[in-house]
């Protein structure tokens, strides 16, 4: 039985070389704490080193069983992905931890 669940989600962009946009980075970053701007312009170009600079940062950050990348057009349920994971795949875990991004 799954005991409990602890998932933390962030939002993750790089930089703009508008200022306009880069101090509103900064303020929605420091406001909600959920945001997270990497070193690298945010371009379609650059989604590589975007998800490169995702998996360093969460794991140099967080212990996890399971990282996530969701892009913001798709719906994830976390309770039927956990209820998968702990069946069928870590059967003896007793705790859900997770990075969802």
């Known amino acids: 039985a799954v005991v409990s669940t602890q998932s933390t989600g962030f939002f993750v ?3 703009s070389s508008d200022p306009l946009i880069q101090g509103a980075l900064r303020s929605e970053a420091a406001q909600h704490g ?3 701007v990497g070193d690298y312009e945010d371009s379609y170009e650059n989604l590589v080193y975007k998800t490169i ?3 360093r940062y ?7 069983d399971y990282m996530m990348k969701v892009d913001d057009d798709t719906f994830l349920n976390q309770n039927l992905l956990f209820d998968f ?4 795949i870590k059967p003896n875990y007793n705790t859900r931890t997770s990075v969802i991004t």
């Open 13 to 15: 962009c790089g930089t």
């Open 34 to 36: 959920d945001l997270l």
């Open 53 to 55: 600079w995702l998996l």
């Open 58 to 64: 969460a794991v140099e950050r967080f212990q996890f």
């Open 85 to 88: 994971l702990y069946k069928y």
